[in-house]
């Protein structure tokens, strides 16, 4: 019993010494097998004059070589001269380029063993050319302790160092990426004066500034397109169409001199949408135009190609959406006399059927009220006249006619001002505007022309009867 007691300790140290053995070969095996020896001296590689560097290669795994060739103090892309070079990632890679600094030495390898680092097959290949000196850099994996990515040089493939892991990072532009992307010429909502999209079926949305006298008090544009004739723009909605085309960017040089089958391939022959808008140049005052070919879609973003330029990009899938997607009806100035000056009005008829009310107006604006003047229908004084006028602001426009919605069989856009069953003419200082109403559905709307030319939008027909019912 003794005997047993003195070994309890003998026991108990072996039982630590195998689990801390254990724990070790556990370690040991769990480690990065990258694990080498390294001599965590900062050692140049290769070092030169900014003045002095003549050429930059580098290859992405798996992709083309890219070649930057200084000619006289400009760098230019090779076999893409004419190509404007990308200067902010140019000039990352110069800064790179003029000293290399091996962050730590590893103890040789043997070449076979190149695989262990991503350098059988590397990352990436970037050869730096002087006058008179040539270096080229192998760039393998990532080392996450060593905080660096493992190279070594053409000359000493056994040698192996630890680089920043910048030599990946500052070299992994596609050609694409190396070409200076153009801008778009400065859009504002102050220059822009006329935007028309169409899609390849041939519908379009036409919008220009307004000229048209009547509509000025209504929208400082108009909307042309889809319709037969130009209606007031809505002054809300319109100013959120010009913001987008301010932030509307050229991504990235896809195609750079792009050729026939280039713009077949980016379905740019036939492109789904084309976009024309006119502009006063800012710093000439020179009217001009752009013309934007959309073309075909991908992931989270649509190519494009410019009138001025002969190069397919890529732009925001999200920008060109909120351009072209919303409804035409959208554009329009959805509510009547919105924007006019109540105070210039000086007559309001409405009619209703065979029956009419009829308001001659007079501002009084010491009183800030109208004196009224009722010819027909139902008498009104100043306060009745307002509420009338708020009335008629909650029609809206609530879409394009749609042919096959008509339920009177015997309709006809050929004598369409037979059908009529309701207006409203707005006479004021200097204009008179006419809103007229046609049967539809006989349900929910009705056809609404203006001016007396022929219906093209709907309205809804419970709150036209509501503005209306004071000429019964």
């Known amino acids: 019993m003794r005997a047993l007691k003195k070994l309890l300790p003998i026991i108990g140290l072996l039982v630590v010494l195998g689990a801390s053995i254990g724990l070790y070969m556990y370690a040991k095996h769990s480690s990065d097998k990258k694990e080498v020896e390294e001599k965590p001296v900062e050692t140049t590689i290769f070092s030169c004059e900014e003045e002095d560097l003549t050429q930059i290669s580098y290859k992405i795994q798996d992709k083309d070589e890219i070649t930057l060739v200084k000619d006289s103090d400009t760098w230019i892309i090779k076999d893409n001269e004419d190509a404007p070079v990308n200067t902010l990632n140019l000039n990352q890679m110069i800064v790179d380029s003029r000293e290399i600094v091996a962050k730590s030495i590893i103890t040789e390898k043997n070449e076979e063993d190149l695989a262990e680092f991503g350098l059988d097959n590397p990352a990436s290949i970037i050869s730096i050319k002087t006058g008179s000196e040539e270096v080229t850099l192998y760039v393998g994996d990532e080392s996450i302790s060593a905080g660096g990515r493992y190279a070594y040089t053409e000359d000493k493939p056994e040698r192996l160092f630890i680089v920043a892991t910048t030599y990946f990072a500052d070299f992994n532009y596609d050609l694409s990426q190396m070409i200076q992307t153009e801008s778009l010429p400065e859009l504002t909502s102050d220059n822009i004066v006329y935007f028309k999209s169409e899609k390849k079926d ?82 000439s005052g020179d009217s001009k135009e752009l013309i934007i070919k959309v073309g075909k879609f991908k992931k989270d973003k649509y190519y494009i190609s410019l009138s001025d330029y002969n190069n397919i990009y890529y732009t925001s899938l999200e920008i060109i959406k909120a351009i072209l997607e919303p409804p035409y009806e959208t554009y329009m100035c959805r509510t009547f006399l919105a924007s006019a000056d109540i105070t210039e009005l000086k007559e309001l008829k409405l009619i209703k059927d065979d029956k009419e009310a009829d308001y001659k107006l007079t501002y009084n604006s010491e009183k800030d009220e109208f004196d009224v003047d009722t010819v027909s229908g139902k008498k009104l004084d100043s306060k009745g006249i307002l509420e009338e006028h708020d009335k008629i602001l909650n029609i809206k426009i609530n879409g394009l006619i749609k042919k096959e ?54 309205v809804d027909m419970n709150i036209t009867d509501a503005a209306l019912k004071v000429a019964e």
């Open 405 to 458: 919605k008509i339920k009177d069989e015997n309709f006809s856009f050929d004598n369409y001002e037979d059908f009529c069953c309701g207006k409203i003419v707005a006479t004021y200082e200097d204009y008179e505007v006419e809103v007229d109403f046609y049967p539809y559905d006989g349900v929910n709307f009705y056809m609404v022309g203006f001016d007396g030319k022929k219906p093209q939008v709907v």
């Open 202 to 283: 041939g519908k379009a949305l036409e919008i220009s500034r307004n000229d048209v006298k009547e509509f000025t008090s209504f929208s400082s544009w108009k909307v042309e397109e889809p319709l037969d004739y130009a209606v007031p723009g809505d002054d809300q909605y319109i100013p959120n169409l010009l913001n987008l085309l301010q932030k509307l960017a050229l991504e990235e040089c896809t195609v750079f001199d792009a050729k026939e089958e280039d713009y077949e391939k980016y379905e740019l022959d036939k492109p789904n949408y084309t976009i024309t808008i006119e502009y006063k140049d800012v710093d």
